[in-house]
T-cell receptor, first 114, second 109 residues
């Protein structure tokens, strides 16, 4: 079966712009979570969506937002981009909320802010 | 907030050696995950543990809930095992996964 699909794979944006990243989970998975990975901070949890509702949110500013659609696909949006937002953004899908069923990760979107 | 510590940060070994990577955390958890990340960024989930021990091929993961400690072992290591291994914990008062900094493993032929 198809894995977790993230689009686009690479993105270059200018400081001040906004960006939207997409994540299509494995068919049947209802939970999607998002993570940011940087060389300095490592992997950090952004937020988790389950059945179109944000279930958890990490310690990130309000510029980072997300949503989940009825088909479980999720998008995350970063507004007013800063140079420090340059990172690998990963999403993971799970059958249920909270990861009790384990996670399947996408290949990530590498965002560069110039 | 859960603090997740991994050791060692970097490990270089010869093919065939037995490898151990350690992970400790500060607050009780509901589950611990071992992840593998290859160059290019893709992450593969290796194990999810809440107690005891799990084995998959040459990989073994153990967890001691009382000690707040987990280990990942690789038997008969191979150059294709070269990757970053990341420990992540769930629960313990934090939302979502809390990650360790990772162990960069290189297996030389």
């Amino acid at each position: 079966k198809a894995g977790v699909t993230q689009t686009p794979r690479y993105l270059i944006k200018t400081r001040g712009q906004q960006v939207t990243l997409s994540c299509s989970p494995i068919s049947g998975h209802r939970s999607v979570s998002w993570y940011q990975q940087t060389p300095g901070q490592g992997l950090q949890f952004l937020f988790e969506y389950f059945s179109e509702t944000q279930r958890n949110k990490g310690n990130f500013p309000g510029r980072f937002s997300g949503r989940q659609f009825s088909n479980s696909r999720s998008e995350m949006n970063v507004s007013t981009l800063e140079l420090g937002d340059s990172a690998l953004y990963l999403c993971a899908s799970s059958l249920g909320a909270g990861g009790n069923y384990g996670y399947t990760f996408g290949s990530g979107t590498r965002l560069t802010v110039v | 907030k859960n603090e997740v510590e991994q050791s060692p940060q970097n490990l270089t070994a010869q093919e065939g050696e037995f490898i151990t990577i350690n992970c400790s955390y500060s607050v009780g958890i509901s589950a611990l995950h071992w992840l593998q990340q290859h160059p290019g960024g893709g992450i593969v989930s290796l194990f999810m543990l809440s107690s005891g021990k799990k084995k998959h091929g040459r990989l073994i993961a153990t967890i001691n809930i009382q000690e707040k400690h987990s280990s990942l072992h690789i038997t008969a290591s191979h150059p294709r095992d070269s990757a970053v291994y990341i420990c992540a914990v769930e629960g313990g008062g934090a939302d979502g996964l809390t990650f360790g900094k990772g162990t960069h493993l290189i297996i030389q032929p």
